[in-house]
């Protein structure tokens, strides 16, 4: 039992200390949160290492709470300026002087708070005319004479002691020839340079100019914290050193040069709050000047806290806290970062409030006038950030774009090893630049025209882990010329950012693997072609078709990962419970719509090669209908009539022509419905909020708030997602509802072909195509109401053969083989009408060009209702299944040599030549033409409406070249084909 109560207390302080451990060792610039009053009475509020700091002895703190003061009855005995020693007065009815020096006999009382009190209407006068401390203080009116150490109240009511600075110097309330008289103060020779340079540079005019405010405050400030470590000198000897960038060279008498020597020669006073950058005294200015310190700083210690966009553990707030400073140095208030602080633009206070919630890109710019900001800022405010990380502070670390060393600019490159970070920052500085007195007008102002607050996430994290934020600060630099005209540009912005690595590699992991399939699959495609125009040589128009045949695939490759880039950051991002990604910036997107445009341009490429296969389709419809008498024909010049066959009415075959006219632009989708769907989702249903930058899920947002800028791979995610959703949807209910139960306009046109007994013989390549078999099981098509009515009745009832090919088989489509020399006595047939569209000099102009074409539709017709029937040995053909694997690769394994071959195809194949058979193509054409010109535009609403048009403008060329090449290849007058 002793064991075991042993162990517990051991395990139990092992945690405790661990837990210590990580809090003092993993935040090295965390410091604890105190304000002015939190100090107890015993201690004072030190603003330069923002902590309280307990009082001497005898001490207790002033009303302000940043400084101590004797206890009641006590003198200051010693005092340099930093601190005190008290002693009590010894005697009874002794008080303590005004100004706290001396003990003194009364002449009354003694007051509460241990100083000799006169009636009213009297002045105390502790000192004689020459400000010696009289033994017993008077009532009467006081006198300065000399010697003394005192003078004259600036009020000119009582009598007191010299600055310290002149009697520690001369030992007299006179300065003296051989000291140095500066700022009200008195300092000895050859404590700091003689002269300083009291000039600013505006390094983006080429300007220098000298300020009066450095004229006049710069050697004081400087001295009184060098030799007296007077904390507001020193703040404001730092704030003067912020004015002038940071920056630094081998001028050690500039104001940051006077830091860096009072920084080196206090190095004995240690440092505050344990941070080794941060001097007893002095204000926090640099990190250090270590190559690759910034690095460390940044992304070595991930914050103890983790953000989480979700849950119960939802944590999405931002706390900053700043330290402010008034330019003389007096520190003036913690300050809450959130509202108005630290952005310049006008905006409600709800609006930059989101600046802060985590995950937020915010952005706030505006125009700004320089009379306005001469107006609203006649003196600058210095502001030391902090995040507020569970019960203390973390200072944020400050990137100065403009700050110079020796001249150069240091933390304008993207090496971050390179960097100088630095703490402190102001927003308007109309001091510095005023040149002949503090009241005139400056010469040129700074402004703080972007300030960024960058997070970056921890590699890997799944609770939400970031490392410590880094605020960027640029400065502009403006000549004053014209206030009333002049204006400045200026922005605030919080961006969020990954280590976009991983996902890149991944990337181009994927590009690299589907682009060789993608090769694999464009030289079978481009072997299958070889084959069906029956060609062996490899050739120029051989490369080429392999190169559309890869634009195709490489589109397809591009377009899977642009759309699974997409919707991996729309999921992860938007459904992310604790952080762990973030999206890519904006600048980081370039890539993406580079696939984007490549998916885009490749599909279009492919797009338009499938439009002009289809529009250079060869067509013939074959006639099965045969004569069913013979018909009397009467011979001019001639006694009796002739006897020939009655003729074959042709309106069955035009009927057919107009149909397959009709079927040519069928989509498995309403292309109206589809863009009008989409729209709806996205502008009215409000979709495309998900597409902000934010880590929000909601659709409806507050026009109050403030609306984040759009990620552009989300709004292509949101995009691209819902118009292939809708589109799958319409497919499938074309598919598996209105095909069936309503219409299905393909199989319509098979049967009617039946009816119509009429085939349809399609060649997409020279020596391959489709046949869809229409030869009528009745034997004749061309007759009255009730014997169609009959005939479709009896087939009803199965009292007839079957409509297929084969006997005893319903297989009424087929894609088709041919041989070479079925292919070459077709082109003879149709030879006389290309020469009929050839040079005049090749045309037979005794022959009328409308017998030339019904004499070649004859021909035509007999030649392939013969072969159909087997009538041409030497062209005949066999039927046969495809096997599975030749119709995944989509490519014959079995060159027709002597026989064509007829596979079987249930499904209706021939519909490729059709838009019909293409919706994939054209789903993604669409898809990515919606989303390229919503990625231009950033207008879902231009996007739409350009789509539609853009579907009807190739719907349109399809019909009207369609019906064309339809006339054409049928020999079927375009005037019929309405």
């Given at each position: 039992m002793a064991t075991g109560t042993l162990r517990d207390f051991i395990c139990r302080l092992l945690i405790v200390f661990l837990l210590k451990l990580n809090i003092f060792s993993c935040q090295q610039f965390s410091i604890t949160f105190q304000q002015p009053s939190d100090c107890n009475v015993g201690s004072y509020f030190d603003i330069?290492?923002?902590?309280?700091?307990?009082?001497?002895?005898?001490?207790?703190?002033?009303?302000?709470?940043?400084?101590?003061?004797?206890?009641?009855?006590?003198?200051?005995?010693?005092?340099?300026?930093?601190?005190?020693?008290?002693?009590?007065?010894?005697e009874v009815n002794q008080g303590?002087?005004?100004?706290?020096?001396?003990?003194?006999?009364?002449?009354?009382?003694?007051?509460?708070?241990?100083?000799?009190?006169?009636?009213?209407?009297?002045?105390?006068?502790?000192?004689?005319?020459?400000?010696?401390?009289l033994n017993v203080a008077r009532c009467d009116a006081c006198t300065a004479t000399d010697p003394a150490f005192s003078a004259p109240e600036t009020t000119g009511n009582r009598c007191v002691r010299c600055d310290d600075s002149f009697i520690n110097t001369s030992q007299s309330c006179v300065c003296g020839t051989s000291n140095i008289l500066a700022g009200g103060m008195c300092f000895p020779p050859n404590s700091l340079p003689a002269s300083v340079?009291?000039?600013?540079?505006?390094?983006?005019?080429?300007?220098?100019?000298?300020?009066?405010?450095?004229?006049?405050?710069?050697?004081?400030?400087?001295?009184?914290?060098?030799?007296?470590?007077?904390?507001?000198?020193?703040?404001?000897?730092?704030?003067?050193?912020?004015?002038?960038?940071?920056?630094?060279?081998?001028?050690?008498?500039?104001?940051?040069?006077?830091?860096?020597?009072?920084?080196?020669?206090?190095?004995?006073?240690?440092?505050?709050?344990?941070?080794?950058?941060?001097?007893?005294?002095?204000?926090?200015?640099?990190?250090?000047?270590?190559?690759?310190?910034?690095?460390?700083?940044?992304?070595?210690?991930?914050?103890?806290?983790?953000?989480?966009?979700?849950?119960?553990?939802?944590?999405?707030?931002?706390?900053?806290?700043?330290?402010?400073?008034?330019?003389?140095?007096?520190?003036?208030?913690?300050?809450?970062?959130?509202?108005?602080?630290?952005?310049?633009?006008?905006?409600t206070p709800l609006r930059q409030q989101s600046a802060f919630t985590f995950g937020t890109a915010y952005r706030q710019s505006c125009v700004l006038s320089v009379s306005e900001l001469l107006t609203g800022y006649p003196e600058p405010v210095f502001y030391d950030v902090f995040l507020v990380i569970q019960n203390g502070l973390l200072a944020v670390p400050l990137l100065n774009v403009n700050q110079q060393f020796n001249g150069q600019f240091i933390n304008q490159g993207s090496n971050i090893n390179n960097w100088y970070l630095t703490r402190r920052?102001?927003?308007?500085?109309?001091?510095?630049?005023?040149?002949?007195?503090l009241g005139s007008t400056p010469r040129a102002i700074r402004v703080a025209s972007n300030i960024k607050i960058g997070f970056q996430l921890v590699p890997n994290t799944q609770k939400g882990q970031v490392y410590p934020p880094l605020m960027t600060v640029d400065y502009s630099d403006i000549l004053i010329t014209d206030p009333s005209t002049q204006t400045v540009m200026v922005s605030f912005s919080l961006e969020y950012t990954m280590d976009q690595n991983d996902a890149r590699i991944k990337t181009d992991i994927a590009l690299g693997v589907l682009g060789g399939v993608a090769v694999v699959h464009s030289i079978l495609k481009t072997a299958s072609w070889k084959r069906r125009i029956a060609s062996p040589l490899v050739d120029l128009q051989t490369v080429m078709k392999f190169l559309l045949f890869y634009a195709g695939d490489l589109a397809n490759v591009f377009f899977i990962i642009t759309v699974g880039t997409g919707l991996y950051w729309l999921i992860f991002f938007k459904a992310q419970q604790f952080v762990s990604v973030l999206l890519p910036l904006s600048a980081q997107e370039d890539r993406f719509v580079v696939y984007v445009g490549c998916a885009f341009g490749l599909?279009?490429?492919?797009?338009?090669?499938?439009?002009?296969?289809?529009?250079?389709?060869?067509?013939?419809?074959?006639?099965?209908?045969?004569?069913?008498?013979?018909?009397?024909?009467?011979?001019?010049?001639?006694?009796?009539?002739?006897?020939?066959?009655?003729?074959?009415?042709?309106?069955?075959?035009?009927?057919?022509?107009?149909?397959?006219?009709?079927?040519?632009?069928?989509?498995?989708?309403?292309?109206?419905?589809?863009?009008?769907?989409?729209?709806?989702?996205?502008?009215?249903?409000?979709?495309?909020?998900?597409?902000?930058?934010?880590?929000?899920?909601?659709?409806?947002?507050?026009?109050?708030?403030?609306?984040?800028?759009?990620?552009?791979?989300?709004?292509?995610?949101?995009?691209?997602?819902?118009?292939?959703?809708?589109?799958l949807i319409q497919i499938m209910f074309f598919t598996v509802i209105h095909e069936r139960f309503v219409e299905d306009k393909i199989r319509q046109f098979v049967d009617l072909c039946s009816i119509s007994n009429i085939s349809v013989l399609l060649l997409s390549h020279r020596c391959f195509g489709y046949y869809i078999h229409g030869r009528s099981v009745h034997g004749h098509a061309d007759t009255n109401m009730d014997e169609m009515n009959t005939n479709l009745k009896r087939e009803a009832e199965n009292l007839c053969g079957q409509r297929g090919l084969l006997p005893n088989s319903d297989t009424q489509t087929f894609q088709i083989s041919i041989t070479n020399r079925l292919r070459t006595q077709y082109d003879r047939i149709l030879e006389p009408l290309s020469r009929r569209n050839g040079p005049s000099r090749l045309m037979d102009a005794t022959v009328n060009s409308c017998e030339q074409s019904t004499r070649a539709y004859h021909t035509m017709n007999r030649f392939l209702g013969s072969v159909i029937d087997h009538a041409h040995r030497e062209m005949d053909y066999i039927v046969k299944d495809?096997?599975?694997?030749?119709?995944?690769?989509?490519?014959?394994?079995?060159?027709?040599?002597?026989?064509?071959?007829?596979?079987?195809?249930?499904?209706?194949?021939?519909?490729?030549?059709?838009?019909?058979?293409?919706?994939?193509?054209?789903?993604?054409?669409?898809?990515?033409?919606?989303?390229?010109?919503?990625?231009?535009?950033?207008?879902?609403?231009?996007?739409?409406?350009?789509?539609?048009?853009?579907?009807?403008?190739?719907?349109?060329?399809?019909?009207?070249?369609?019906?064309?090449?339809?006339?054409?290849?049928?020999?079927?007058?375009?005037?019929?084909?309405?």
């Open positions: 330069s290492s923002l902590s309280c700091v307990k009082c001497g002895p005898n001490q207790i703190s002033s009303k302000s709470g940043l400084t101590c003061e004797c206890k009641t009855g006590f003198r200051v005995l010693v005092s340099n300026g930093a601190s005190i020693t008290c002693q009590q007065c010894p303590v002087t005004q100004d706290g020096y001396g003990c003194i006999q009364c002449p009354g009382s003694v007051s509460e708070n241990g100083k000799c009190q006169c009636p009213k209407g009297s002045v105390l006068v502790e000192r004689d005319g020459n400000g010696n401390l340079a009291s000039n600013v540079v505006y390094s983006q005019l080429g300007l220098v100019v000298p300020s009066a405010w450095f004229s006049s405050s710069m050697y004081s400030s400087a001295a009184a914290c060098l030799l007296f470590s007077n904390r507001t000198a020193c703040q404001a000897l730092g704030n003067m050193c912020v004015m002038n960038m940071h920056s630094s060279s081998s001028i050690s008498n500039d104001a940051c040069g006077l830091y860096n020597t009072i920084y080196r020669a206090t190095a004995a006073q240690g440092s505050s709050q344990d941070i080794s950058y941060w001097r007893s005294n002095l204000p926090w200015l640099y990190y250090g000047e270590q190559p690759g310190l910034a690095s460390r700083i940044l992304q070595t210690e991930p914050l103890p806290v983790g953000f989480s966009f979700k849950g119960a553990q939802k944590n999405t707030n931002i706390k900053l806290l700043a330290a402010v400073y008034s330019m003389r140095g007096d520190f003036l208030r913690w300050e809450s970062i959130g509202g108005g602080n630290l952005q310049l633009c006008p905006d920052l102001m927003l308007v500085d109309t001091l510095s630049g005023r040149e002949k007195s599909k279009t490429v492919q797009f338009l090669h499938k439009l002009f296969v289809q529009l250079s389709l060869d067509i013939f419809f074959i006639d099965w209908e045969r004569p069913r008498g013979k018909a009397s024909k009467h011979v001019e010049g001639g006694g009796e009539g002739k006897s020939q066959a009655s003729p074959v009415s042709i309106w069955r075959t035009y009927f057919v022509a107009n149909e397959w006219n009709e079927i040519q632009t069928v989509r498995k989708i309403n292309p109206t419905f589809q863009v009008m769907a989409v729209l709806f989702f996205l502008e009215i249903l409000g979709f495309s909020s998900l597409a902000l930058r934010d880590s929000s899920s909601d659709l409806w947002r507050s026009t109050e708030a403030y609306t984040p800028p759009y990620s552009l791979i989300l709004r292509y995610g949101v995009a691209s997602a819902l118009w292939l959703c809708i589109g495809k096997l599975l694997f030749e119709r995944l690769i989509g490519m014959e394994f079995i060159e027709p040599l002597d026989k064509s071959i007829f596979y079987n195809d249930d499904s209706h194949s021939f519909a490729d030549v059709l838009f019909y058979g293409n919706e994939a193509l054209l789903l993604i054409f669409d898809t990515l033409f919606f989303c390229v010109v919503d990625l231009c535009s950033q207008n879902f609403i231009l996007a739409a409406v350009l789509t539609y048009l853009q579907q009807l403008i190739f719907r349109l060329i399809r019909n009207g070249l369609g019906r064309r090449n339809l006339a054409t290849k049928t020999l079927v007058d375009k005037r019929f084909l309405i």
